[in-house]
């Protein structure tokens, strides 16, 4: 399914709000995930349209769970979509959530955009997700403004937080004694967008591959 098509298609039915340019950012991370027994995680439910468009880009196997700070949220419950009222930076809710429907394959953060807030989210669910799974971030354009705890080069800011992971997923390969961590060991690959940042945990553990000498080089 082309989830650009799909989200110009149906217009009858709850208001989506998302960028143009994620779609292809979505499709890419999260093709290989349609059709199977997929559990997915929103955080910020918004009027209700992407939860719906989940559904129908998954396909009938798939459990989305939505959570909002908003009581009018539950409306948006529906066959295949649960929504749980709370906050995303309150830790002991994150955990009956994923007590409840966990692990999660996917979590999209649409949440509240405070920068201690998508820290917070992600450094308490991220090390649950499944063995394959997809963390994607979005509207990091907050982490550049005041009002959402962001700004240019602010340390605690999320945009900040992911070039230091840059680092821990190459720890491997220091020289300078960065040891490496358990994010380092989970984590097969950081990607960033505009305003997007997707990590994708790793199914398989790393190391070298074997390689291939100059003679048999030249025999093929």
Request: proline fraction near 4%.
């Amino acid at each position: 399914m082309n989830l650009w098509a799909d989200f110009h298609g149906n217009t009858d039915g709850p208001v989506i709000h998302k960028w143009k340019h994620y779609f292809p950012v979505y499709e890419r991370h999260f093709a290989p995930f349609v059709n199977r027994s997929v559990t997915l995680l929103e955080i910020g439910c918004g009027d209700g349209g992407s939860l719906q468009m989940w559904k129908r880009f998954f396909g009938p196997h798939a459990q989305i769970v939505g959570i909002d700070i908003e009581p009018r949220a539950k409306e948006f419950e529906d066959d295949q979509i649960s929504v749980r009222i709370g906050s995303q930076d309150d830790l002991a809710f994150l955990d009956t959530v994923v007590d409840e429907f966990g692990p999660f394959d996917i979590v999209i953060d649409d949440g509240s955009h405070i920068q201690a807030h998508v820290a917070a989210s992600f450094a308490h669910l991220y090390a649950g997700l499944s063995k394959n799974g997809v963390y994607l971030v979005e509207d990091l354009h907050t982490a550049y403004w005041p009002d959402f705890g962001g700004g240019q080069g602010k340390p605690d800011t999320f945009i900040e937080i992911a070039k230091g992971l840059v680092d821990e997923l190459n720890a491997d390969h220091s020289r300078d004694g960065l040891l490496a961590t358990e994010f380092t060991r989970m984590t097969h690959s950081m990607c960033f967008y505009d305003s997007v940042i997707v990590f994708e945990r790793g199914i398989y553990t790393k190391k070298w591959a074997p390689r291939i000498g100059r003679e048999e080089k030249k025999k093929r």
